[in-house]
């Protein structure tokens, strides 16, 4: 018996002897692991299959319906299985299945449809809720971030180019660099779900000829069959034409707006991990939180690390539709089945845990002032340079002449921070150089930083007045929620 099985009270228990997706069993909220559920995949199968009847009209009763209804959740899952390794067919599986609890019905259930009724137009139900979960976590992040960058827009911190000390910016502008990807990530999201179609009844090549059958060569009962169908189903519009399957092209566009979010995520955590070895900002660290088993003073930024590594995943599962679209031939083959139960569920959980995370990353970022002037003022003085020269200049002197005599002070001072490992003691020398005695009383106000932020603070406060709130406005009675990491 394991440690673990003998923590569980000695009993050996299957959920122990096989693999689990430790996106649903470590990471995914209770929302999203049942959006993609076999409880809720199979239970809308059945609302579908209630919906054709209700529209197909026909000779089908109302006892039928209401039989269907009345065990519309009661699955047997144990039959259904038993069902499918008779059949190797899990529509016609859960046909039986339902066929059983549903005697009456039974001959009407799946009529004039195939498994593609079912099936593609659950995906397309779940890809939709799916979005639905998932735009509301963004707003929150975006909200969160703006707050952020609102309280920090004055803040002067150095900019990096290359990973090399560069101009001024501030903490909140560095911030609105963030935002302005989410932005995007949010428009793309939202189009991507607004897009989404109905694949609708459509028979077994998309040609409808099943239907036209039952209804005796009436094509506007056909027409209005799938109207009826798709209003049931919560869908504006159904695609007017499809193959067996809807294009697998959609599948592209989703996954594709869920990718850019991750490479999104992963931009700003790596960043957020960069200014935490900086120790200018760090992600929240809980009161009894160890950041390493064997150095017990570290706080390492793991939710960072965590959003970055599910990133690349999520960024990763882009490849299968693109793949998968390209191999789909004619009207229709399989070899889209197995790769697209979990490319389509394994994006959206992971893109879920990744906003989850980020949500408390960015709840509880710390930020050290004092941390963040220390740097400034060790590579200031390089980049005040140019302002003690035109200061120069206005006094009186010569651009070029101030100029050398800047550059030799600049690489002596550089020689001493590289070579011996010293402070940047530049303004030290410029202020013992006679040369620069005429603006001597002007150096604290040429040193000052936030003289060299330039409009950041004004930038920040625009930006979020026009860009960020109004995209926020469609979920403020959801920006109230609170996010509890598992681990």
């Not at 002897?17 to 809720?40: H, I, T």
């Not at 800047?406 to 690489?411: K, N």
Request: net charge neutral.
């Amino acid at each position: 018996m394991t440690h673990l099985e003998h923590r569980a009270g000695g009993q050996q228990s299957d959920e122990f002897m096989k693999y689990r997706s430790p996106l649903v069993s470590r990471y995914a909220s209770k929302e999203m692991a049942y959006n993609f559920s076999d409880r809720k995949k199979f239970t809308t199968w059945r609302k579908l299959w209630i919906c054709l009847a209700k529209a197909l009209g026909l000779p089908i009763t109302d006892a039928q319906i209401q039989e269907m209804e009345s065990h519309a959740e009661d699955i047997d899952f144990v039959m259904a299985a038993e069902e499918e390794r008779k059949l190797r067919h899990d529509v016609m599986a859960h046909v039986h299945t339902f066929a059983h609890c549903c005697p009456t019905a039974a001959p009407i259930i799946h009529l004039g449809a195939t498994s593609c009724y079912v099936g593609d137009n659950t995906d397309l139900i779940m890809l939709r809720d799916g979005f639905d979960i998932l735009l509301p976590k963004l707003a929150r992040v975006i909200d969160r971030l703006a707050n952020f960058a609102e309280k920090y827009a004055d803040l002067p911190t150095l900019g990096f180019t290359h990973y090399q000390p560069a101009q001024l910016t501030t903490v909140g502008k560095r911030a609105c660099l963030w935002l302005q990807d989410f932005i995007m990530d949010m428009r793309n999201l939202q189009r991507a779900r607004d897009d989404l179609r109905f694949r609708g009844v459509k028979g077994t090549t998309g040609t409808q000829a099943s239907f036209l059958q039952l209804f005796q060569g009436d094509h506007d009962k056909v027409e209005e069959l799938d109207r009826m169908v798709t209003e049931m189903a919560g869908f504006k519009k159904a695609y007017l034409v499809t193959g067996q399957t809807y294009s697998r092209k959609v599948d592209i566009d989703c996954l594709s707006s869920l990718a850019s979010l991750g490479a999104t995520v992963h931009k700003i955590c790596t960043d957020i991990r960069l200014l935490a070895n900086l120790k200018e900002i760090e992600e929240p660290f809980e009161k009894e939180q160890i950041g390493s088993s064997a150095m017990p003073y570290k706080r390492n930024p793991m939710r960072a690390e965590r959003c970055c590594s599910l990133a690349r995943h999520l960024v990763a599962l882009m490849a299968d539709p693109l793949q998968t679209a390209s191999v789909q031939w004619l009207e229709r083959t399989l070899d889209d089945s197995a790769n697209r139960r979990i490319s389509l569920p394994e994006s959206f959980l992971t893109a879920d845990i990744i906003l989850s995370t980020l949500q408390n990353i960015t709840e509880g970022l710390v930020v050290y002032p004092k941390v963040i002037e220390r740097h400034i003022r060790h590579e200031l003085p390089f980049m005040a340079t140019e302002n003690i020269i035109m200061a120069m200049v206005k006094a009186g002197g010569n651009r070029q002449d101030c100029h050398e005599k800047i550059r030799v002070l600049s690489q002596e001072a550089a020689a001493v921070v590289k070579q011996e490992g010293g402070d940047n003691d530049l303004l030290a020398r410029v202020q013992r150089d006679p040369y620069f005695a005429p603006i001597l009383g002007q150096l604290d106000a040429l040193l000052d930083p936030k003289t060299f932020i330039g409009r950041a603070p004004q930038q920040v406060a625009r930006f979020l007045s026009e860009e960020v709130r109004p995209v926020l406005e469609p979920y403020k009675a959801k920006m109230d929620v609170k996010i509890e990491l598992e681990l």
